[in-house]
C-alpha cells in the first residue's frame, strides 16, 4: 500500500522565513531515493541542495521554479511504500469566525532530519481565512486520488468546486484572479500555476488593448516589473535597518599609495606567492587588521539590554566583511579570525571568498558575525563612496579606484599610485576622533607599508 507524503520547506539553519525555488532536479513520475537530492533553493544569501526525506515515486511539484515561499510550505509531494491498513480519515477543519484575523504561526522546533534539518515535528496550522473572503474551502479528496485536493466554493456565484492547490489559490488571490473563471488543463480539471498566470496575462492584455503601450529603446517593454527576491531582498531590509537605526558619519582619505604598488609587484615576484592574487585590496585588509588594535571601538557593537540598559561590546578578533558584487545581488560574507592571517593568508581567504560568492555557494556560517568590513568600488571605475554599515558592525571601509596621478612628493611634481578611502562608522560607538584616527592609520599604511613592522 502506498502513501503520499508532503515535504515542507525547512529552515535549513539560517533562521529563515523563507526562500526560493530555484530548480528541480525531479520531475512528476521519478523514482526518488533517501538522501537524493531534489531541488536547489536560494536562501538570504546563498543557494542550498534539498535531500529528499523518502524513497519512493514524485507525485506532483507544489512549487514553482522562481517561486518565493514561506518555510513549513509544502513543496514536493511523494508517494511512498506505507504499512498496509486503513487509512485515516482527515480531520475535518475547523471554520474561522467571521471576524478572526489571520493566525501567525507559532515558533515550532524541527526534528533533526537527514543532514541536520527537515520538516516540521508537528503538523503546519494554516491561517484562519476571513469569513467574507469568499475563497474556496478545501475538503477531503475525491475517491480514487490519494493526496489531491478538491474545493467547495463558499462563493454565491460559483458554478462548482474548482480544483487547485493552495499555492495556486494563493496566487490567484494575490492576482486578483477568480478561479471559476480560469480554464483549467492540469489532470482531472486542475487549476495550476500556469492557468492562472495566463489568466492574468490576458486580463492585462484585454484591459490595455484599447491603448497599446509604446515600446521602450532597443524594441524592449516600455515597462518591466522584477519581483524582489531572496538576496536584493535581504540587502534591502538591512540597508534600511541599519540606515535608520546607526547613526552613520562618513570621512574620506585621499592616498598616495605608490609604494604599496611597488610591494605588490615585488611580492608577486616571489615564488610564494605567484598562486595567489594580490591586489590593493588584500593590503586595505591587512592594515585594517594592523590598525584595528589601536582604535578598537571601530571593531566593537552596540547591543540593547533586556532591561533597557545598553552596552558597547569590544571584540578583540576580526571578522572582516568583503563585499561582493554576483548575479543575485551583493553579498558580505565575513573572514572569520582575520587578525591571525598574514598577507598570504588573506589573499587565499579572499579569492576563496569571493569565489564562492559568485556561485552561490556560500555556507551559511561565512555569512554571519561580522565585526567590520571593505567594499571595493574601485573596481568600478569610482573614485571613492559613501557605504552604509552592515547591520550590527561599527565600521565600514570603501576602496576606491587607484589612479596615477600628478602628485607633488619631495618638492616635485612627480606621476603617483593614488587612491582615496571612504569611512562610515556608527557615531554611537565611535567618536569622530577615534574614526578619524582609524583612517588615517589605514591610509599611513598604505602610504608606507613598512610601518606594519612597527605596529604589527
Known amino acids: ?41 536560494e536562501t538570504v544569501k546563498s543557494v542550498v541542495e534539498l535531500p529528499c526525506p523518502w524513497a519512493g515515486t514524485v507525485e506532483s511539484l507544489l512549487a514553482a521554479e522562481g517561486e518565493t515561499v514561506e518555510v513549513g510550505t509544502d513543496i514536493i509531494a511523494v ?9 485515516p480519515e482527515p480531520e475535518p477543519e475547523p471554520e474561522p469566525e467571521a471576524d478572526a484575523e ?28 476571513k469569513a467574507e473572503s469568499a475563497e474556496p474551502v478545501e475538503t477531503a479528496a475525491p475517491a480514487g486520488r490519494s493526496g489531491a485536493t478538491s474545493s467547495t466554493s463558499t462563493s454565491p456565484e460559483a458554478s462548482g468546486p474548482v480544483l487547485a492547490k493552495p499555492p495556486v489559490r494563493k496566487l490567484a488571490k494575490d492576482l486578483g484572479i477568480d478561479l471559476h473563471s480560469v480554464s483549467p488543463t492540469g489532470a482531472s480539471g486542475t487549476v495550476t500555476r500556469d492557468d492562472v498566470r495566463a489568466a492574468a496575462e490576458g486580463a492585462t492584455s484585454t484591459a490595455h488593448s484599447a491603448e497599446p503601450e509604446p515600446a521602450g529603446w532597443n524594441g524592449l517593454p516600455r515597462t518591466e516589473r522584477v519581483p524582489v527576491r531572496s538576496v536584493r531582498k535581504a540587502t534591502a531590509q538591512a540597508m534600511v535597518t541599519s ?3 546607526a547613526p552613520h558619519v562618513s570621512e574620506f582619505l585621499t592616498v598616495d599609495v605608490t609604494r604599496s604598488m611597488k610591494l605588490l609587484d615585488r611580492l608577486r615576484e616571489r615564488r610564494e606567492f605567484r598562486d595567489v592574487r594580490l591586489s590593493p585590496l588584500t593590503l586595505v585588509a591587512r592594515a585594517m587588521c594592523v590598525a584595528i588594535p589601536r582604535t578598537p571601538e571601530v571593531n566593537a557593537r552596540w547591543e540593547e539590554g533586556a532591561d ?31 587578525h591571525e592571517l598574514d598577507l598570504f593568508g588573506l589573499a587565499q581567504a579572499v579569492d576563496g571568498l569571493v569565489a564562492r560568492a559568485r556561485e552561490g555557494k556560500t555556507p551559511p556560517e561565512e555569512m554571519t558575525g561580522g565585526t567590520t568590513s571593505i567594499t571595493n568600488v574601485g573596481v568600478f571605475g569610482v573614485d571613492t563612496g559613501t557605504p552604509i554599515l552592515p547591520p550590527g558592525e561599527a565600521s565600514i571601509i570603501a576602496l576606491g ?7 607633488v612628493h619631495n618638492g616635485k611634481v612627480k606621476p603617483r599610485w593614488v587612491t582615496t578611502l571612504g569611512i562610515s562608522f556608527d557615531h ?29
Open 1 to 41: 500500500m502506498s502513501d503520499v507524503s508532503h515535504f515542507t520547506l525547512p529552515d535549513v539553519g539560517e533562521g529563515l522565513t523563507e526562500a526560493e525555488i530555484v530548480s528541480w532536479k525531479v520531475k512528476p513520475g521519478d523514482t526518488v531515493a533517501v538522501n537524493q537530492i531534489i531541488v536547489d533553493i
Open 79 to 87: 508517494r511512498t511504500q506505507a504499512a498496509a491498513g486503513p487509512e
Open 102 to 129: 489571520p493566525e501567525r504561526e507559532p515558533e515550532t522546533g524541527r526534528e533533526s532530519v537527514l543532514v541536520g534539518y527537515g520538516p516540521r515535528s508537528g503538523p503546519a496550522k494554516r491561517r484562519a481565512r
Open 243 to 245: 540606515a535608520f537605526t
Open 308 to 338: 533597557g540598559a545598553s552596552e558597547i561590546v569590544l571584540q578583540r578578533y576580526v571578522n572582516l566583511g568583503i563585499a561582493a558584487a554576483t548575479e543575485r545581488g551583493l553579498v558580505v560574507p565575513k573572514i572569520h579570525e582575520a
Open 401 to 407: 579606484s587607484v589612479r596615477e596621478q600628478p602628485r
Open 428 to 456: 554611537r560607538l565611535v567618536d569622530g576622533e577615534q574614526g578619524s584616527r582609524f583612517l588615517a592609520d589605514v591610509g599611513a599604511l598604505l602610504e608606507d607599508p613598512g610601518l606594519g613592522l612597527a605596529w604589527g
